[in-house]
């Protein structure tokens, strides 16, 4: 390339390249990408493939998905799981059943490796959306995912 | 009523009537002094937050904002948290160039301001070779990055301030083409001179495609001059660590960081005075409050220095050796060939005159 070839392209590409940076800077209000955090809690809304801890949903009638197959607990490479198990009355056979008595999960244990999730046959556990997961007490770490008094669901295991 | 003039004219007869000549006169310029270094070091650590809302904007962020309404006071914390850090050292280091070095560059750059002319009558050094000094002052600052490369006994910031060194050396020769080729339109080099010059039409506009080039050469050096992206070769982040001032902490540091920032404002401010007429306004607007002066001096500053940033995040660095080719290939023969034309238009009485 010439000599003014090369001035006339070097101004061309800066101007180009200012310009775009121009439509950012103009469009700044709009699109900023900053959440200011502690401002917009309420409205703050986690991505979907967001790992923040491992939580068992449960319906209205306060049941779960879980049967006690402990497949989590094996799968889990790190001991974050225990299952304290029982053995039950199946009240439609009385036949003997395993059910689950607690769902143990430490947190502070959990590498968010999501082994436990795939693993999971019907898909009682998933991956909740907390973030603030810091706390004072490392007890409070240590949670137990099925809330009292709740039970398997119906025809879950069909 | 130029209200800042007669503030000053008071405080000068009160000086005057209480006090000998010589004494009075040695108090004056301290005084003078004392309020140049405070608004200026104040306005230095504005710019900076200036530069980290508008990093922040043309980065789609938000920047500072959390000191004070809008971030206002940010920098003034940033600044009072330096001052209470310990000065550290190297151990083999020169101790008395270390400590010497952010003196030379903070002081070059506040000297440097005494000649801008602010507002009418409001220029704390109007001498006839006001552009002169102002060259030969900017360029002072560069022996204390010099100094201060050598003198911390650290390879990244020798590489740093011999790096500053060279853009230096090179770029100042097209700052002072670049306005000597306004200079030959205006016919002065005081600065209050050119600005007479430019009641009928600013420069920019007299000299309409020379004085345009220049233009475009000033900014590129200038932004050359103050250490800045593109141009950041002496303290390249990625390469350097933080080049010449690697070794320094605390106030020494702020120092070097304010200069930085008060060059950038004399760059714009020099720009101003030599192209866009200073603190006339647009058409003559408000010629009649003189005051307001100051307002478009400060507003068309302050659009360079924005000019100057846009710079910064947008264009990547440069190689060393690309430096030097766009200088002395490209901005150099540009630059004598423009003088020519300069010349040959205020010759010929070819110059726009409203």
């Not at chain 1, 199946?90 to 502070?108: A, M, N, R």
């Not at chain 2, 083409?177 to 205006?186: C, D, E, G, K």
């Not at chain 2, 003559?284 to 307002?295: Q, R």
Request: with cysteine; aromatic share 12%; hydrophobic share 50%.
């Amino acid at each position: 390339m010439g000599y003014f070839s090369n001035i006339y392209h070097a101004i061309r590409t800066l101007l180009t390249g200012m310009s775009v940076t121009g439509k950012y800077f103009l469009n700044s209000r709009k699109g900023t990408i900053t959440q200011q955090y502690p401002d917009n809690r309420a409205t703050l809304k986690m991505f979907d493939r967001f790992r923040g801890e491992v939580i068992m949903p449960h319906d209205e009638n306060n049941e779960h998905a879980c049967t006690g197959c402990q497949k989590c607990e094996i799968a889990c490479p790190n001991g974050t799981i225990e299952i304290i198990w029982d053995r039950g009355i199946d009240e439609d056979t009385g036949k003997k059943k395993k059910k689950i008595d607690k769902f143990v999960y430490h947190l502070s244990l959990c590498t968010m490796c999501g082994l436990c999730i795939d693993v999971c046959p019907t898909d009682a556990i998933e991956w909740g959306q907390n973030f603030e997961n810091s706390v004072y007490d490392r007890t409070k770490l240590t949670r137990v995912l099925n809330e009292p008094g709740s039970k398997l669901r119906a025809g879950v295991e069909d | 009523m130029n209200i800042a003039l007669s503030i000053t004219k008071n405080i000068h007869d009160w000086l005057f009537s209480i006090m000998p000549e010589t004494t009075a006169s040695i108090v004056e310029m301290i005084l003078t002094a004392l309020v140049y270094l405070t608004v200026f070091a104040v306005a230095g650590l504005f710019l900076v937050l200036m530069e980290r809302r508008v990093a922040a904007w043309f980065q789609l962020r938000i920047g500072p904002n959390r000191v004070g309404f809008q971030g206002l006071l940010q920098t003034m914390a940033d600044a009072l948290k330096l001052v209470s850090k310990e000065l550290t050292g190297t151990v083999k280091a020169d101790k008395f160039l270390y400590n010497l070095a952010p003196y030379f560059v903070i002081i070059s750059a506040l000297m440097a301001l005494g000649v801008i002319p602010f507002t009418k009558d409001f220029q704390a050094f109007d001498i006839n070779i006001g552009i002169f000094f102002l060259i030969a002052v900017s360029s002072i600052g560069v022996i204390g990055i010099l100094l201060g490369g050598w003198a911390s006994n650290n390879k990244f910031a020798l590489i740093g301030a011999m790096r500053s060194g060279v853009q230096t050396i090179s770029y100042e020769l097209s700052i002072g083409l670049s306005l000597l080729t306004m200079i030959l339109l205006a016919g002065s080099l005081q600065l209050s001179e050119i600005v007479e010059v430019q009641k009928e039409g600013w420069l920019i506009v007299q000299g309409h495609i020379p004085a345009i080039i220049a233009f475009m050469i000033y900014m590129i050096a200038g932004t050359a001059e103050t250490n800045r992206a593109p141009f950041d070769m002496p303290e390249a982040e990625s390469e350097l660590g933080a080049g010449f001032h690697t070794e320094y902490s605390g106030m020494k540091f702020a120092y070097f960081f304010l200069a930085e920032f008060i060059n950038m404002f004399l760059i714009a401010a020099i720009a101003t005075t030599v192209f866009f007429g200073a603190w006339l306004s647009p058409f003559g607007i408000t010629e009649s409050i003189p005051w307001l002066g100051l307002f478009w001096f400060l507003a068309k500053t302050f659009v360079l220095v924005f000019l100057m940033m846009w710079f910064r995040w947008t264009f990547p660095r440069l190689r060393v050796d690309q430096l030097l080719t766009l200088e002395w290939k490209y901005l150099l023969p540009i630059n004598l060939v423009n003088i020519v034309v300069m010349a040959l238009l205020v010759w010929q009485n070819l110059t726009i005159q409203i």
